[in-house]
Structure formats: C-alpha cells, structure tokens
C-alpha cells in the first residue's frame, strides 16, 4: 500500500465521517461516522512519514499551521452550524502532534549541531546525565503541550480536535512504528499497543467518559455504538502496517485543499437541505 493509497483512503473515509453530519446533524452516529473514525489515523501516519522524509522541517511545519489556519473557516462555518462547540481544526492538532514529535527528536548531532530532526536518533539511549535529564526536560515539555490542548477551552475559548491523546498518538507512531523494519516483532506490538489504546480512549471520548470506567449503555444500540467506534479505529490504525514504502502518484497539494474545499462544498449541501 503506497502514501497515494493511505491518503485516497484517509480523503474517502474522512468525507464519509463528515457527510454524515451534514445529512443527520451532530447528535446521530450512523455507519458513515464508524467509517470515519478511520481517517485520522491515516492522516496521522502520513504527518509523521512526511517528517521523516522532509528536506526542510521548519517549512514543514509551516505548511501544516497555514494548513490549519486556512481551514477553520469553513471547519467552523460547516460544524458550528450542525450544533458542535467552537473547536479548532484537525490542522491544528496535526501541528501540535508534529512539534511534539520535533521535540521529543531535540539533540546535538554528531558535528555538535543542534537538529529537531534525524532518523538515526535514539529517544531512549542515554550515554551521560545530560542526555537523561535532557529527556525528561522535553517529556516535561510534551506533558505542557498535552495540558493546554487539554485545558484549550477554558484558555483559548476552543476545544482542540481530538484531544491530547492524538498528541501522543502521533509521538508513538514515531517511536514505535516499524519504518526501518516491518519484522521488528517489539516495534510492531508496541505500535499495535499505542492503536488500541488510542482506540480505547476515542470511544470512550465520543460517549464523553474519561478514565478508564466504561460508559453506561442504556440501549443495545449504546454498546453497538461503542463497539464499532472502537473497532473502526483499530481498523485505521492497522492500515498503516499495509504501507510498502512507496509513495505512488503524488496528490499533495490536493489533499492539502481537500479538506477545507469538501467542508465548503458539505456546508452548502447543509444550507440546502434545511433552508
């Protein structure tokens, strides 16, 4: 499976999630939504793989917030008037997950320069106190990102899509993903791991319960909600173990403008069909 297929899959499965909202509103889960659940993850896997390849990160980087700048418009235009609180963008969170993982690669490479980015670096190999106290300096730092994402509400006055747990998704897509090596057994289950964790806390997150106590079902239809959010997004984070490593017909721009221009395009249909 190439990056073209992920992305044309991650794009489907997306306008899937959100045709659904446009057709039923915010308060009625149907499969489209369970389809959608798929998305994010692939488009998780697709920021991390391009920060991996990147020639420029700070570029990078940039593209990823204009990305999310240039979308709340119609991100808001279109949820805000299906009844969703002010939230920004998955751009947004996309960004944050991209700087998290940047963070976590600080270092001073083998010529004593100071990089956020080599694919070579060990996280988790600490030679002096330095190199360990500089670690819990940037897990410190992640834990930052991760409270105010938590908290954007009542700072910010916006919710962050997805939450903090797509930040550390995103930071164990990195860390655990078999990029090198799809034999790498510990990589492969600890990846597997972050999935069903990430998982876990998505479904529990759409039924608005937090820890690990599990929401009560009311109805049968509850639990087979429940189920299906859980299953969808183990589905999505799976899929990037298809990956061969091949970036197949280049649609990066297109994917870019996707987003914001099938927001505009369900925005209208939601105008149409209830004005």
């Given at each position: ?123 988790f190999?600490?030679?002096s106190f ?22 954007s ?62 929401p ?44 914001p221009?099938?927001?505009i ?11």
């Open positions: 499976m190439s990056t073209f297929v992920i992305k044309v899959i991650a794009m489907i499965t997306m306008f899937c999630d959100h045709l659904s909202r446009a057709i039923y509103g915010s308060c009625e889960t149907t499969f489209l939504n369970y389809i959608g659940r798929i998305s994010f993850l692939l488009f998780c896997f697709q920021i991390v793989l391009g920060y991996k390849k990147t020639k420029c990160l700070g570029k990078y980087l940039l593209r990823i917030l204009l990305f999310g700048i240039i979308s709340q418009i119609p991100y808001s235009l279109f949820f805000e008037s299906i009844g969703y609180q002010k939230t920004l963008c998955v751009g947004f969170t996309l960004f944050l997950g991209l700087l998290s993982i940047s963070i976590i690669n600080f270092h001073k490479d083998k010529n004593n320069k100071i990089t956020f980015r080599d694919n070579h670096y060990n996280v190999l600490f030679d330095q190199s360990f106290f500089l670690f819990l300096a940037k897990c410190l730092f992640i834990f930052f990102i991760c409270f105010i994402v938590n908290n509400k009542n700072i910010f006055g916006y919710h962050i899509e997805y939450n903090y747990q797509a930040i550390l998704f995103m930071i164990s897509i990195y860390l655990f993903y078999p990029f090198g090596n799809k034999y790498n057994i510990c990589k492969v289950l600890l990846y597997i791991f972050s999935v069903i964790l990430f998982a876990f806390v998505e479904a529990q997150m759409w039924f608005g319960v937090n820890g690990f106590q599990l009560s079902f009311y109805t049968s239809r509850d639990f087979t909600v429940y189920l299906f959010i859980y299953i969808f997004c183990i589905i999505g984070g799976l899929l990037p173990l298809l990956y061969n490593g091949k970036r197949g017909q280049s649609i990066k721009w297109f994917t870019y403008l996707f987003y221009v099938h927001l395009i369900l925005y209208l249909f939601y105008l149409l069909i209830y004005s």
